[in-house]
């Protein structure tokens, strides 16, 4: 990962490899736009500096793009971008229209390659702990046709970052209606 992402673990002991339960809010590697040569240990489940608590960050796991500057949830945390890297990710096709039957699908790049998700994060000091904590979303948009018919209860997806734009993502000089799609394959599992 620190050779992909040309950045570095301060500690590497935290980062613990495998597949994640997001409602689990696991602690994993990303990079921010404030120090990109610093992969970091970050929250899934954007907490707003604002919250009171804890609570929130189960509606805020992923982000819709469309919406990420009217939300309050995320509006103050439009410009704090992010890197998530992964080297897949995990969605459930309905197979009735309830949603009953189920079919899991691990996704990944075409090249099978790691890649990163374009994400948001927020830093917030808990009054409680006296600690900061580094807590992220994943941006989310409408599905692909590949992605539609996987995805489809939601018609939701990633976005995946192409290799060569991940720079521009953190400088803030690309938008995410500009982010090319990135090639993606499925396997049942």
Not at 31 to 60: E, F
Not at 136 to 149: G, P, Q
Request: aromatic share 12%.
């Amino acid at each position: 990962m620190e050779k992909r992402f040309q950045a570095q673990f301060p500690d590497v002991s935290g980062y613990q490899p495998g597949d994640l339960n997001a409602f689990a809010f696991p602690a994993t590697p990303i990079i921010i736009n404030k120090d990109p040569r610093t992969i970091l240990m970050g929250n899934w489940g954007l907490i707003p500096h604002w919250a009171k608590d804890m609570t929130i960050r189960k509606y805020t796991l992923n982000a819709r793009v469309e919406t990420i500057r009217e939300k309050p949830s995320f509006r103050s945390s439009v410009n704090n971008r992010c890197l998530i890297p992964a080297d897949a990710f995990y969605e459930w096709q309905w197979l009735d229209s309830k949603g009953k039957n189920k079919q899991k699908y691990r996704i990944c790049t075409a090249d099978k390659q790691t890649f990163a998700f374009a994400g948001i994060f927020s830093m917030r000091f808990d009054p409680n702990t006296g600690q900061e904590s580094l807590t992220y979303s994943i941006l989310t948009t409408a599905a692909n046709e590949f992605m539609s018919e996987i995805h489809n209860s939601k018609k939701r997806m990633p976005i995946v970052l192409p290799k060569d734009l991940e720079g521009e993502w953190l400088a803030n000089r690309l938008e995410s209606e500009q982010v090319p799609e990135v090639a993606l394959t499925a396997v049942v599992t």
